[in-house]
């Protein structure tokens, strides 16, 4: 068995654990959403995201993910990727979190096949971010590569979006692990959610 393939079931088999894991109870709807700054990365350029400042021109859609270049991660940074102009049409904001490395980031938010370079992602190593979100994250196990080959060494946290209005409340909170959703319905769901928001109706 090659190094790749001994990776790729690895992660699977990590992220089947995640999945029969109960599922922490996340902050939802109506709770004040924890503000936080972090380094961030768009096409490749490091700066500082600040959740109060982006909260100023809108909403926010802040999606955390297990890790950059694997499977289900990939799609729905395509996806948003894709559909960035729509979010921008409805005024809101799109930063995804994990636990990647910045220098990680720094390739996943330039490629063209995911990010694209339309949207930042920011570095959460210590899950600090995640934790005030009540997420927990899972440890990475040893051997375990992305779908580059790529040795992934940090915690994963489940795939969860926050959708926070301009006043800085929780108006939705997606999961994969209780919602069942596919990594591209965070996407659909979260921008029905912020249309809905411009139109001034209830979520």
């Known amino acids: 068995m090659n190094k790749r393939l001994a990776g790729s079931m690895a992660l699977g ?10 599922a922490v109870a996340a902050l939802g ?7 936080f700054t972090a380094q961030a990365s768009q096409a490749g350029k490091e700066f500082t995201f600040s959740l109060a400042d982006a909260l100023k021109k809108g909403p926010v859609v802040v ?11 990939d799609l729905e ?3 948003f990727a894709v559909n960035r102009d729509k979010f921008d049409a409805a005024g809101a904001t799109i930063i995804g979190v994990s636990a990647d490395s910045i220098e990680r980031l720094d390739a996943f938010s330039a490629d063209p096949k995911y990010c694209a370079g339309k949207f930042p992602v920011a570095s959460d190593a210590d899950v600090k971010v995640a934790l005030s979100y009540d997420l927990k994250a899972i440890a990475a196990q040893p051997g375990m590569n992305d779908v580059r080959g790529v040795a992934i060494d940090h915690a994963f946290i489940p795939r969860t979006t926050f959708v926070i209005d301009s006043h800085g409340k929780i108006v939705a909170a997606l999961s994969s692990e209780t919602d069942h959703l596919r990594p591209d319905e965070h996407v659909k769901r979260s921008l029905a959610i912020v249309q809905h928001l411009q139109a001034g109706k209830t979520p």
Not at 13 to 22: G, K
Not at 29 to 35: K, Q
Not at 63 to 73: K, R, V
Request: some cysteine.
């Open 77 to 79: 940074a395509h996806t």
């Open 29 to 35: 709807p109506g709770a004040t959403a924890p503000t």
């Open 13 to 22: 088999a990590l992220i089947a654990l995640a999945s029969a894991t109960p």
């Open 63 to 73: 999606y955390f993910y297990p890790s950059a270049y694997t499977g289900g991660c």
